[in-house]
């Protein structure tokens, strides 16, 4: 450890931490040093009996006593600039949300409206505690832009249809190739077909060969409902998933978002995959669009496939708040397999932190707090009425904890929010320009859409 100061000094906390078999636990009375985006050290010591010891030496210190500290969550599949669609398509089936709503609609989408979209959906996630996201969207320069600025990390994809021609994967490609690495190593990205019933088999197999050429991982859409996974076998007499396995998309690291369709056939093609596969659940929208199913997460995780945590978009799920996605997925889990011990709140933590890191490819440098761990952490406020008293620090962090709880959120040593304050972000700004454009951006009148929803 070097004499001179470290960056960031936190003290007094609870510390969430993983032990050596990846269990939850908790270390009261702890000191995180930081330095260089680095976690250096975290230490626990019994509380002095006397005034409190003087903290380390370093540029910044923040006194958490009351706080719990915590990985950063992870939003492992959304579409952040599709806040500026909260609220346009509500109480509709899926088929309806996305052909007479949402694809006329972003058939009208500029890098300007991707832009200040996407510094919306930033501001929101960094308020809730959120310290990096994948993002499957169009324009992802902008994207790759606002997370430069905003501090944020993120794991983005130029998403493609097959109705573009090549030209759409090979957009793809190149955005992977120049942002990998981007924002001070902040920014990851993979290739980004949208799904296997917007992507044909051909540009799926030719994805899967640019991935094992390049190094890239691949994040796209798949069974992500049941009457998807029925129509596929209906009309080619496979599911979603053995078409991914056909095409070697399972032969590369993939990010499969949804997955409520996945059936128990689909298991052993999952479990002979050579790539490092892992499954997004974002169970809000699974509700809103009244899907029957869910995403098997007890099925994924006996299989040794990590699954993360995250929202989608907001024009379907209203939110970009990872909170209450890990809340509802061991509620939902409780309940689709009738079983109150599954998912517990230490499991859920688990999803929430360090499974959620591995799904976006950083399990070896995020998710839980150890030395030479990037620095992305939040400190949480447990003083208010609603999580008084504690008697079970897991379940008041999974199920009595709001997002509005985070008071502090730290990407890479750098406070991006402290004490409820942004401190890279104009939200008043954005929100005033993004209304301006909302007319010319909802304007369905030309009749069009950039896709059509056949499943």
Known sequence: ??????????????????????????????????????????????????????????????????????????????????????????????????????????????????????????AEMIRAGVTCFADHYFSMDAVASVVEECGIRAHLGEAYFSSQGPQGRERSLEFALRHRGGAAGRITTALAPHAPYTVDDADLAATAELARAHGLPVHLHAAENRDQADTSLERHGVTPIEVLARTGILDTDVLIAHGTGILDRDLPVLAGATGRVSVATAPRGYLKFAWPTTTPVRALRDLGIPVGLATDGAASNNSLDVWESMALTALIQKSTTGDPRWLTSRQALHHATLQS???????????????????????????????????????????????????????????????????????????????????????????????????
């Open 357 to 455: 890191a591995r799904a976006v490819g950083l399990g070896d440098t995020l998710g839980t707090l150890a030395p030479g761990r990037r620095a992305d952490l939040v400190l949480v406020d447990l003083t208010g009425p609603h999580t008084q008293p504690v008697h079970d620090l897991a379940a008041t962090l999974v199920h009595s904890a709001r997002s509005s709880d985070v008071r502090t959120t730290i990407v890479d040593g750098r406070v991006l929010m402290r004490d409820r304050e942004l401190l890279t972000i104009d939200v008043p700004g954005v929100v005033r320009e993004l209304g301006e454009r909302m007319p010319a951006l909802l304007d369905r009148s030309h009749g069009g859409r950039i896709q059509e929803y056949d499943t």
């Open 1 to 122: 450890m070097t004499d001179s100061p470290a960056d960031l000094v936190i003290t007094g906390c609870t510390a969430l931490v993983h032990d050596a078999e990846e269990r939850i636990g908790f270390e009261e009375n702890a000191t995180i040093v930081v330095r260089d985006g680095v976690i250096e050290s975290l230490t626990a010591a019994e509380p002095p009996a006397g005034p409190p010891a003087e903290p380390p030496p370093a540029v910044e210190h923040i006194d958490a006593r009351g706080q719990v500290a915590m990985p950063g969550l992870v939003n492992c599949h959304t579409h952040a600039p599709m806040v500026a669609l909260r609220g346009v398509a509500e109480d509709l089936p899926t088929e309806e949300w996305f052909n007479d709503v949402v694809w006329p609609v972003e058939s009208n989408l500029t890098g300007k409206d991707v832009e200040l979209g996407a510094r919306l959906a930033c």
